[in-house]
């Protein structure tokens, strides 16, 4: 905690390295995350306008693999391979970061990388990779960076990742670790940063342990606003700063719901929050909407099936016309029924993914 409150982004400089490492690799694992507070604005270098929170899960995540080789020449030198083929689409996303993360990761120019990745989830399945692809290349980094300099801690390491992912995409600070985490400075979250995500602090009632999160793959295709323009466009949104302080406002009020586990309050919170996001952006200009016709079914049964069962089961969505349905585990086998029944057509192919809240990124010992 002391460490959180006094960590500055000078802190996250490379030391001088003393050694080279030899040819090798790292893997890690990184999962996805799915925001009961949603971030939507940003400013400067990656920062958000205001805090956001989330589940980190499990079953959606990146594997990734770094293998590097010691090289003299003094450029950028890397590739990227999904699924064991050559991605040259992804690698000017991945020389953006490395200059971004250039002055914290300082021997980027002294190896040749091969950056191997693969996904858990369908590759056009409509759920953004960018949150455990970027975080788990950052831990790949934190992880070389460790062995050039054993002495770090791993308070350091996580944050240090955390900062790292955040540079390459915001949402991507809260996979390194779990359930919970909160990224964006807030006078009510002690340790809460701007610069990196942390554990939520509090206590958090049984309820919400092991959280169900079933992902409803409602459309696969690639969005027609990506999450970058769509932040910027909160720049001269007319609603920006009352959503930056409903959503700082959101956060504080979950602490006590959190605590109690009041999930018809926690209810109210999330749903509107995910309808939040998605007014900032059909109220833009230009304006867009990522909901499809079937997005607004599911949520339409879903408040059905509450009403009529009395269950706890609630959506939430991202940038995209998928929705998360959320649901406490002793509800498992009866929500579970009612989407295969009566959600499921919604779905192209019927498909949908079920995860649930988890505690974060894994390195992965793979010679
Ligand atoms: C709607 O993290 O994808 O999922 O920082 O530009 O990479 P960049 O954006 P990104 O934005 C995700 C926004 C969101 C809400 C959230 O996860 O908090």
């Not at 409150?5 to 490379?14: A, D, G, H, Q, V």
């Not at 009961?36 to 805090?51: A, H, S």
């Not at 070389?144 to 002495?151: A, C, G, I, V, W």
């Not at 779905?347 to 992965?364: E, L, M, R, T």
Request: hydrophobic residues 35%; aromatic residues 12%.
């Amino acid at each position: 905690m002391y460490l959180c409150l006094t960590m500055t982004e000078k802190e996250f400089l490379s030391k001088p390295y003393k050694n080279k490492l030899a040819k090798a690799h790292v893997t890690w694992q990184s999962p996805s995350n799915i925001a009961l507070v949603k971030y939507w604005g940003k400013y400067g270098e990656q920062l958000p306008k205001n805090t956001s929170i989330s589940f980190t899960l499990s079953n959606c995540h990146t594997k990734t693999s770094l293998f590097y080789e010691p090289k003299t020449s003094t450029d950028f030198e890397f590739e990227v391979f999904l699924d064991g083929k050559r991605e040259a689409g992804f690698e000017p996303k991945i020389l953006k970061f490395f200059q971004r993360i250039e002055n914290y990761i300082s021997f980027l120019r002294d190896y040749n990388f091969r950056i191997e990745t693969t996904n858990s989830f369908p590759h056009s399945s409509g759920i953004a990779s960018s949150a455990s692809g970027m975080s788990a290349l950052a831990l790949c980094l934190m992880e070389m960076e460790q062995q050039l300099n054993p002495s770090i801690a791993s308070d350091y390491f996580n944050q240090k990742a955390s900062f790292l992912a955040r540079l390459g995409s915001g949402s991507a600070c809260r996979s390194v670790e779990g359930p919970l985490i909160v990224w964006g400075k807030h006078a009510a979250i002690p340790g809460s940063s701007n610069l990196f995500g942390t554990k939520y602090p509090f206590e958090v009632h049984p309820n919400f342990d092991n959280y169900q999160d079933t992902i409803l793959l409602v459309d696969k295709g690639e969005k027609q606003v990506s999450s970058t323009v769509g932040h910027d466009l909160m720049h001269e949104h007319p609603f920006a700063e009352e959503r930056f302080a409903q959503a700082n406002s959101n956060m504080e009020k979950l602490i006590p719901v959190l605590r109690e586990g009041n999930l018809d309050a926690f209810i109210k919170i999330v749903e509107s929050e995910a309808l939040s996001l998605h007014a900032m952006m059909m109220t833009s200009m230009p304006y867009f909407i990522l909901m499809k016709p079937n997005t607004l079914e599911i949520i339409n049964r879903i408040w059905k099936y509450r009403n009529e069962t009395g269950s706890k089961v609630c959506f939430t969505l991202d940038a995209g016309a998928n929705v998360h349905v959320l649901y406490p585990e002793n509800e498992k086998e009866d929500v579970k029924k009612f989407i295969e029944n009566h959600l499921a057509h919604f779905c192209q192919n019927k498909q949908f993914i079920c995860d649930v809240s988890g505690n974060g990124a894994q390195s992965v010992i793979d010679n």
